[in-house]
């Protein structure tokens, strides 16, 4: 009977972490203190930063690939990779998508251990674990709008243009007026596309993202940028 109760509940809590991440294949969760573990023991693992290459290249953990959901060749990299080794995705500055590609495509590829690291990056160093750096973005101090501001902010500048580098289903389910959408995974190739003679304001989720992206646009030519402050979720607070 026991035993029978412990196999009931491995299932259920397989089946919740599933319906949880939104993936359709078999992918779990993994504390930052174990994958740590993990890889301190010289277990065979594979550390994915799926989220965006700028804020991989600017810090990510040790000896992890910088991978983006939307790469297009993750089959031919998931099947250079030993059968036996376990694979663990996160993202830097945001959750990782339910609809990442390339964790789909390992999926497809009939890989058996896959992970996502609970809590992403911030969990992975609030454990006290080490980062590198392969391409550091320097900040740059530039004014945070607060979301009380907002309309004042429009009023006062010159011509405004509010820059959303959430995920193209994030944007699309919510997002501010007259906003145009640049994921943060795709402004290293697309931020020429953005009017130099704006006045621009960087929107997120939580504040985070927008100081890296902003940073990146000025040392990329932009004279003129600013910050949502705390991002959506604190203008989602405000406006409640």
């Given at each position: 009977m026991k035993s029978k109760t412990l196999?009931?509940?491995?299932?259920?809590?397989?089946?919740?972490?599933?319906t949880k991440w939104g993936w359709a294949g078999p992918i779990r969760q993994v504390d930052?203190?174990?994958?740590?573990?993990?890889?301190?023991?010289?277990q065979k693992v594979t550390v994915i930063d799926a989220g965006s290459?700028?804020?991989c290249l600017d810090t990510k953990i040790p000896g992890a690939w910088c991978l983006p959901c939307d790469h297009e060749k993750g089959a031919a990299f998931f099947s250079s990779l030993p059968?036996?080794?376990k694979i663990v995705f996160y993202a830097a500055n945001q959750p990782l998508d339910a609809d990442c590609d390339l964790i789909r495509q390992a999926q497809d590829g009939d890989r058996k251990d896959l992970?996502?690291?609970?809590?992403?990056?911030?969990?992975?160093?609030?454990?006290?674990n080490p980062v590198v750096s392969e391409k550091r973005i320097p900040r740059i101090a530039l004014a945070a709008v607060k979301p009380k501001n907002l309309s004042a902010w429009k009023k006062t500048v010159n011509n405004p243009l509010v820059v959303d580098i959430r995920s193209p289903k994030a944007f699309a389910a919510g997002h501010l007026d007259g906003a145009v959408n640049f994921p943060l995974t795709r402004l290293h190739v697309e931020y020429a596309e953005i009017p130099l003679d704006r006045t621009l304001l960087m929107v997120d989720e939580d504040g985070t993202g927008s100081f890296l992206a902003a940073s990146y646009l000025?040392?990329?030519?932009?004279?003129?940028v600013r910050r949502l402050k705390g991002g959506m979720a604190e203008y989602r607070r405000g406006a409640q």
């Open positions: 196999l009931l509940l491995t299932i259920v809590l397989t089946v919740f972490c599933m930052a203190q174990t994958l740590g573990t993990w890889m301190g023991q010289s290459l700028l804020a059968r036996e080794n992970y996502v690291l609970e809590g992403g990056l911030a969990a992975w160093r609030k454990a006290g000025v040392r990329k030519g932009f004279p003129n």
